[in-house]
């Protein structure tokens, strides 16, 4: 089988795969709806701009809607971003300024209009048969990547703020969906980075190169999206989002020392640390593997944006660390409980407020330096 035939084989596989998931995406039933159809369309997208040995079988020669094909490229990554945030904020709706991110895409679309979309054919071919000393087309090749950095750059910085947002506002393990999306995210600028030296070699002297990149790319692809996929849809909770409104508590620390006195700030602070210390110990809200930092605000009394200075800046904690803290003493409360000896450690984490075992363990060993097997042992064996 040669190289061409090759890489429309997987193009084949490659679009009827992406459009089954993009249908699936909008027509599924979910919460998620929003979030859902971001994806599918960036599917639909990513079909469209791979389908080019397909779309080379039906056209005779350079046209305006093949041109506008390859130009699609430009919605790719918006797309990408707003589905992010979607899944970080809990109160994302599309919004007349998102429209923004429509420029690179008209900007590459208007350059061509005079020299190709306006036109005759004879012109057109004569257009791609000079596209190296073109000015439209390497100025679409330098737009292309200033997109792909400056997006993704965007990306990382807001799963940055998102994850410290949820470190320093809830309890629940699912904190670590967040690396495995940042984890995503890598992974996909170096689809994207490889799709670019792909096209550098495209107009180079290897072009063979560029075609084996290519149809490891779609496959690749291929791969990358039915895995987030599978694991998204096996964790159907996998993200759970916040208020855009939250805000960091570096930033409300600022502006609490603007309005108040060093003194009273410290004393109002004091005051309430022993509050919350007394409420933690006596009420055991930890045992809820939900909890929320709101939770803890309406139950002690305590304004959330106060309570969550005193947690994460005055104790230096975030309050996911503060609250694994308090399930980690009573699981080792239980741990050394000789008349629950027989309670296995899977039924101890559910107890405490994990809802999984390897974010116990982990929070276990960070704690105590063992991990829960390890510290039952030894406290079995000093009491021999």
Known sequence: MDKSNLLIIVTIISLFISLFLAFFLLTVKTKHKTSNSLFA????????????????????????????????????????????????????????????????????NIALIPRFYSVDTASKINFIMNRQDMIEIHFTHILLPIQIVIYFTAVFMLLRKTKKLYLENYSSTNVNSYNWLFQFTIVLTVVYLTAFLKNVLKFSDYPNISEWIK??????????????????????????????????????????????????????????????????????????????????????????????????????????DFVNTYRIEYAMDILKDVTKTKVTILEILYEVGFNSKSSFNTAFKKHTGDTPTAYRKSLQSSAL
């Open 215 to 320: 149809i490891g790319l779609l496959a690749s692809q291929l791969f990358i999206v039915c895995w987030y996929l599978f694991k998204a849809l096996n964790n159907p909770d996998l993200f759970r989002n916040i208020n855009s409104k939250l805000k960091l508590v570096s930033v409300i620390v600022s502006e609490e020392k603007k309005n108040e006195p060093e003194a009273v700030y410290e004393q109002k602070y004091n005051e309430e640390l022993l509050k919350l210390k007394h409420f933690m110990t006596a009420e055991k809200p930890f045992l809820n593997p939900s909890l929320t930092i709101q939770n803890i605000s309406d139950d002690v009394g305590i304004p959330t944006r106060e309570l969550s200075v005193l947690i994460n800046h005055q104790l230096g904690q975030h309050f996911y």
């Open 41 to 108: 369309c960036f599917l639909i997208i990513t079909a469209i701009d791979t389908s080019e040995p397909l779309f080379n079988l039906i056209t005779d020669g350079p046209s305006n809607l093949g041109m506008f094909r390859i130009s699609i490229a430009f919605l790719q990554i918006p797309t990408f971003y707003l589905y992010i945030l979607s899944v970080c904020y809990s109160d994302f709706k599309f919004k007349p300024k998102y429209l923004i991110h429509l420029l690179p895409f008209l900007a590459a």
